[in-house]
């Protein structure tokens, strides 16, 4: 499967769950995007013995989800950006980088600022 096909079929598997889970209401702010994050990074995370392998296969999202709060997905996805544009200089520009390090609270070098 293609990274846009996997990318497009984490964002539908998200949208159905939220829809099936939160049937009698609206989806709050937010709830969309942390749930289509945690589905990316569940297709985007390997195992550190065996690259080739997921480090949670799409049968036990349940468990990764009660496993990690918002915040760290947050946290977590943001690090994976990090290191795209790090390791692919040519995907943000560095406007781009000097926000997402802001947006991080780090400067320029990388420092975390107190």
Excluded: H
């Excluded at 937010?30 to 990074?41: K, P």
């Amino acid at each position: 499967m293609a990274r846009e096909d996997a990318r497009c079929e984490a964002d539908r598997a998200a949208r159905d769950y939220l829809q099936a889970k939160y049937a009698d209401r609206p989806l709050l702010p937010g709830e969309l995007d942390d749930e289509q994050n945690l589905r990316f990074l569940m297709a985007a995370l390997r195992d550190k013995d065996n690259p080739v392998a997921a480090f949670c296969p799409v049968a036990d999202v349940d468990k990764l989800r009660s496993a990690l709060i918002a915040k760290q997905i947050s946290w977590l996805f943001r690090q994976y950006k990090r290191f795209v544009a790090n390791e692919y200089r040519e995907v943000l520009s560095n406007e781009e980088l000097a926000e997402l390090d802001k947006e991080m609270g780090l400067s320029p070098s990388g420092a975390r600022i107190e």
